[in-house]
């Protein structure tokens, strides 16, 4: 079994579990976690919102992760995508906007990238408190830069953690990031 298919795999029994609400993603291949987590959202759902620390980027993210353009340049919190089979709202948890979308029973909520949050202790407390008030069936949060994250009390805050490997699929990334120290 490949890397990718072991975490398809998770993901998916994540997905099918009733008891479990919460999943953080854990892993040193960006968009090798984004696409398989995309990738088994789009097999459950067919509405989500997307949270993000950065507007700015998070086309660039999703584009890079699939090696297509799936959304245009510049994304507005005020617009819906479309994504695979997906309806989507991207809006930031960093910024304080007049909507913030909690979900529902119909939809998934991915946090993504989650890194710079999990060491602000203020802004992490806020970030807890959106989680827990998201009303969201399928919360997955997906890191990024894991090596320089700091605090991982998040993980306490979760109902699974799943760590993508990628040491058979990508050994050079592993490799990298043992040469410059990073793990």
Request: net charge positive.
């Amino acid at each position: 079994m490949t890397d990718e298919q072991n975490a398809i795999k998770n993901v998916m029994g994540f997905l099918l579990d009733k008891t479990k609400k919460t999943l953080l993603v854990r892993g040193y291949d960006n968009d090798a976690k984004l696409r398989v987590v995309l990738s088994c959202l789009n097999k459950k759902f067919n509405k989500g919102i997307i949270r993000t620390s950065s507007m700015v980027d998070i086309s660039f993210h999703i584009n890079r992760a699939f090696k297509k353009k799936l959304l245009p340049n510049t994304v507005k919190s005020t617009t819906t995508y479309k994504l695979g089979n997906m309806t989507v709202n991207i809006n930031s948890y960093t910024t304080h906007t007049q909507f913030n979308p909690k979900g529902n029973h119909g939809t998934f909520t991915l946090f993504f990238p989650v890194q710079t949050v999990l060491d602000n202790e203020k802004r992490y407390k806020k970030f807890l408190d959106d989680i827990k008030k998201n009303e969201s069936r399928k919360i997955i949060l997906i890191t990024t830069n894991e090596s320089s994250i700091e605090e991982w009390d998040i993980e306490n805050h979760m109902d699974e953690v799943f760590f993508y490997s990628i040491e058979n699929d990508n050994p050079q990334i592993m490799r990298n990031l043992r040469n410059n120290g990073a793990i």
